[in-house]
Structure formats: C-alpha cells, structure tokens
C-alpha cells in the first residue's frame, strides 16, 4: 500500500501484511489533544495553554496563532493532575 500525503488520509505505517495502521502525528491540534486527554473539552486544552500549563507552540508566535501540542506534553499534564494511590 503506498504511503499518501494528502490531507484526506492519514500516512500508512506497515509493510502490507494486513496489519497497516494510521500513523500518528506528531503534531496534535487543540482539539485533538482534547480527544487525546480522554474527552476533555477543547476549551479547557485552550486555557490551559492560555495559562501556560500545558507545553505548547502557537503557529505564528501570537497569542491568537492556532495551537499545536505533543502526546507527551498532554501525558505530563494530565499526569500533575493524578491524585491518590500508588505510583509503579
């Protein structure tokens, strides 16, 4: 299957066997970081980039640009939220 760049379908990882799947980006909108973080609303991944305590980059550099975040980024947020039980 070849790989494809066009905005309409995801780059395919694989080599073929049945077992191909949509690569990930490594670059993630607000709204998908949102759907990322377990359904929380995209407002709530706006402000805390407004608040500047979640990672991110505003393409433009003003505080208006359109927001891109990592996986990672969104982990460690939501990571200094966990509360309670045992770390492993």
Aim: hydrophobic residues 35%; proline residues 5%; aromatic residues 6%.
């Amino acid at each position: 299957m070849p790989v494809t760049a066009d905005k309409t379908s995801p780059a395919i990882v694989g080599n073929g066997d049945g077992n191909d799947r949509p690569r990930e980006r490594e670059w993630m909108t607000a709204a998908e970081a949102a759907e990322y973080a377990g359904g929380v609303g995209v407002c709530t991944i706006r402000e805390a980039c407004n608040r500047n305590t979640l990672r991110h980059i505003r393409i433009g550099g003003g505080i208006a640009g359109p927001i891109r975040t990592r996986r990672e980024w969104v982990a460690d947020w939501l990571g200094r939220w966990a509360r309670g039980g045992e770390v492993h």
